[in-house]
């Protein structure tokens, strides 16, 4: 089982504000997906990223996988209340996703 | 184009009772896969299914956990016997194939709660 480790583990910002949230491993990923859980829901796919170095963006997110593919990113740009969630990432079944990032964004 | 559908959304048992969990996966999704979640250990991978085969099930407890996906109907996990410790989130995902992307679409959860 591959392992992804996620950090910071929990973030609480103001809105308005930006912020950075890393998604790690030692191991080699054909593609990565990142996901945002609300409260009482299932995770929501978000992106996948798939060729090393690759930036993908999608409104305020900017998602990036390293050029190893061994790592990715998620920087979002004037956070906003409805950003609030937890946010995992992962490389497909088998995995244990686990904690994610869970942001809090306050008006 | 209905999404992943899970029922019961809330589900409570007593110990030594038996809990069905039920998945019906996106239209034109073939595989299946069910993961538990509880807040202070993630979201955990249990089995992997395709119709009528179980392909992984590295992540399911040797005992008492079962899962299967016939060829017609929703996908069911099965808890015999339930415990306190089942109480916790069941997540079933689908995705139209076994793809390198291996993008996974999830379901609202089932929500046991054992007393």
């Known amino acids: 089982t591959q392992l992804l480790e996620q950090s910071p583990q929990f973030l609480s910002i103001q809105e308005g504000e930006n912020l950075t949230v890393y998604c790690n491993s030692s191991?080699?990923?054909?593609?990565l997906q990142w996901y945002r859980q609300e409260p009482g829901e299932g995770p929501v796919l978000l992106v996948t990223?798939?060729?090393?170095?690759e930036v993908k963006k999608l409104k305020r997110l900017t998602f990036q996988f390293g050029d190893a593919r061994k790592d990715s990113s998620l920087h979002i740009t004037a956070a906003q209340p409805g950003d609030t969630g937890l946010y995992l990432c992962?490389?497909?079944?088998?995995?244990?996703f686990g904690k994610g990032t869970s942001l809090l964004v306050t008006p | 184009n209905a999404g992943v559908m899970q029922n019961p959304r809330h589900l409570v048992r007593r110990r030594g009772q038996e809990a069905r969990l039920r998945c019906s996966p996106m239209k034109g999704h073939s595989h299946v896969y069910w993961y538990r979640q509880l807040p202070e250990e993630g979201l955990k991978f249990m089995v992997y299914?395709?119709?009528?085969?179980?392909?992984?099930e590295s992540g399911m407890p040797k005992e008492r956990f079962s899962a299967e996906f016939p060829k017609e109907g929703p996908s069911i996990l099965r808890i015999q016997q339930v415990v306190r410790g089942d109480s916790a989130a069941y997540f079933c995902a689908s995705s139209p194939s076994a793809g390198s992307y291996n993008e996974q679409f999830f379901g609202p959860g089932t929500r046991l709660t054992v007393l």
């Open positions: 191991s080699v990923f054909s593609s």
């Open positions: 299914l395709q119709k009528e085969n179980i392909i992984d």
């Open positions: 992962g490389p497909g079944y088998a995995l244990n």
């Open positions: 990223v798939v060729t090393g170095g």
